[in-house]
């Protein structure tokens, strides 16, 4: 597998961890059973009303942050699998796909820091500086940060490789340990599951990355009460891979694909994507091994 391959795999954490809320997940998993395409344009109808609002309401942290959070998971939950699944067969339209996704992002990291510089004037210093200012972050502002964190993930990724956007990579790693620090198991371990991955990919990386990742995915199923299939997916994906073990890759893949997706209402949406995502990994197994 080249790197090129291997770096945006390790990028792709997040959207194994996102939560969308929703007053009856059972319906909203039949619709995207059924009607994928039609789901799609309901998801967009939503975010350009809400982007819409943003726009007008520049003001307000509420609204900034609502925009950003559900670009966001569009993104990741349509744009940017269609892009991974489409890099194997078309690898152009694979890179016409990020580089349109690439600037929805951008956009995303817009609302999310006018939130965040609303609710904490000094955010973009602490955000941007070497020598970080002291900020009293609260505790609800943990799903800020994580947002803020996807939202950067995802330009980063769909950047295909910029420089510009590479360097950014440390301020992941600031978001993501400063909302884990404020409330280490919000929404079922999310923090958790995505730093198995940015362990491993972080510039300041230990000597003992695989086994910090692995705390972090035991970490992430005690917290999600095994109920999550984003720890056991990403495990696959990023250690599995990395140390070119099949094995675990597939039994780490089967166990996902074992959980009760609807046990935990609160990730039923999300666990469904996931699950034909896992299924997506085990089709196309041999791409990841040599």
Not at 45 to 58: H, L, P
Not at 155 to 175: D, F, M, R, T, Y
Request: with cysteine; hydrophobic share 40%; glycine share 2%.
């Amino acid at each position: 597998m080249s790197f090129t391959n291997k770096y945006l795999i390790y990028f792709y954490l997040f959207l194994l961890s996102f939560n969308i809320s929703c007053t009856s997940p059972r319906v909203s998993v039949l619709a995207l059973d059924f009607s994928p395409i039609f789901s799609k344009k309901v998801f967009k109808s939503n975010i350009n009303k809400k982007e819409k609002r943003a726009e007008k309401n520049y003001g307000n942290s509420t609204i900034q942050f609502e925009a950003s959070k559900e670009l966001t998971i569009f993104l990741y939950g349509f744009i940017m699998d269609e892009a991974i699944k489409a890099k194997n067969e078309d690898y152009s339209l694979s890179r016409s796909i990020y580089s349109a996704a690439h600037i929805d992002f951008i956009r995303s990291i817009e609302y999310i820091n006018r939130s965040l510089v609303l609710d904490y004037p000094n955010y973009n210093r602490w955000l941007n500086e070497k020598k970080s200012i002291n900020i009293k972050f609260k505790k609800e502002s943990a799903e800020k940060l994580y947002w803020a964190a996807a939202a950067y993930a995802g330009a980063i990724q769909s950047s295909n490789g910029s420089p510009e956007w590479v360097v950014q990579l440390p301020k992941i790693g600031k978001l993501l340990e400063t909302g884990m620090l404020l409330d280490p198991e919000w929404n079922f371990g999310s923090f958790y599951t995505a730093m198995i991955s940015y362990t491993l990919i972080r510039h300041d990386a230990r000597d003992n990355k695989m086994d910090i990742a692995k705390s972090f995915f035991q970490k992430a199923v005690i917290a999600s009460k095994g109920q999550d299939l984003s720890p056991y997916i990403s495990y696959a994906q990023n250690i599995a891979i990395t140390e070119q073990d099949k094995n675990e890759f597939t039994n780490m893949l089967y166990k996902a694909l074992n959980i009760d997706i609807y046990a935990n209402p609160e990730v039923t949406l999300s666990n469904y994507i996931n699950r034909k995502k896992a299924n997506w990994l085990l089709d196309n197994i041999e791409e990841y091994f040599y």
